[in-house]
């Protein structure tokens, strides 16, 4: 149980473009879901919580309008990263945190994305 | 700011030899949890301690939680080539809905 998938895995775009991440949880409701970034050999960098029917929770420095974030569902939260630029090109990793009151989270694969 | 520090930041060790990595937390947390990430893969849910001086095991793995609910380590015994990754530990933020994830230790395992 407790399985998030996440998609694309990889995805290469060209600079302006935008991209949409998709995030969900298989087996169970996620009430909470994070959004993080990883630099290479880097600790995971949080970059908003999101909770179903709310607005998005932004960790400062990081820009709500450049990364949108819908969480739509208990299932699915999608991060959409808007007119793309080289320096946008990372690993990006969704994590969910079901209902129960318990704190464990529960990675999506990510997604490695990379601008052009 | 809450923190969680951990350390060492990455360690070598020779197939056989053990590993512990220590986390030490800016506040007192009511759980912590610790997280694998194989190189090139994502974290992995391992365990969650809540128990003031809770020690959990699996198999090689040995969990403990200080008696303050500020530190945790982890032990493993005897490493294999399977234990490669990095370790994070993580605590709840005080108040908050964010989980605060240490820095991580980078295990290498030589065979």
């Known amino acids: 149980g407790a399985v998030v998938s996440q998609h694309p895995s990889r995805v290469i775009c060209k600079s302006g473009t935008s991209v949409k991440i998709e995030c969900r949880s298989l087996d169970f409701q996620a009430t909470t879901m994070f959004w993080y970034r990883q630099f290479p050999k880097q600790s995971l960098m949080l970059m908003a919580t999101s909770n179903e029917g709310s607005k998005a929770t932004y960790e400062q420095g990081v820009e709500k309008d450049k990364f949108l974030i819908n969480h739509a569902s208990l299932t699915l939260s999608t991060l959409t990263v808007t007119s793309a630029h080289p320096e946008d090109s990372s690993f990006y990793i969704c994590?969910?945190?079901?209902?129960?009151?318990?704190?464990?989270?529960?990675f999506g694969p990510g997604t490695r994305l990379t601008v052009t | 700011g809450q923190q969680v520090m951990q350390i060492p930041q990455y360690q070598h060790v020779q197939e056989g030899e053990d590993f512990t990595t220590y986390c030490n937390s800016s506040?007192?947390?009511?759980?912590i949890q610790w997280y694998k990430q194989r190189p090139g893969g994502h974290p992995v849910f391992l365990i969650q301690l809540v128990k003031s001086g809770e020690v959990k095991k699996q198999k090689r793995l040995t969990f403990q939680f200080g008696e303050a609910k500020k530190n945790s380590s982890l032990h493993i015994t005897a490493t294999q080539t399977t234990d490669v990754g990095t370790y994070f530990c993580?605590?709840?933020?005080?108040?908050?809905?964010?989980?605060?994830f240490g820095a991580g230790t980078r295990l290498f395992v030589k065979a």
């Open positions: 993580a605590g709840p933020e005080t108040g908050g809905f964010k989980t605060i």
């Open positions: 994590s969910a945190r079901g209902a129960s009151g318990s704190y464990e989270q529960y």
């Open positions: 506040t007192t947390l009511s759980n």
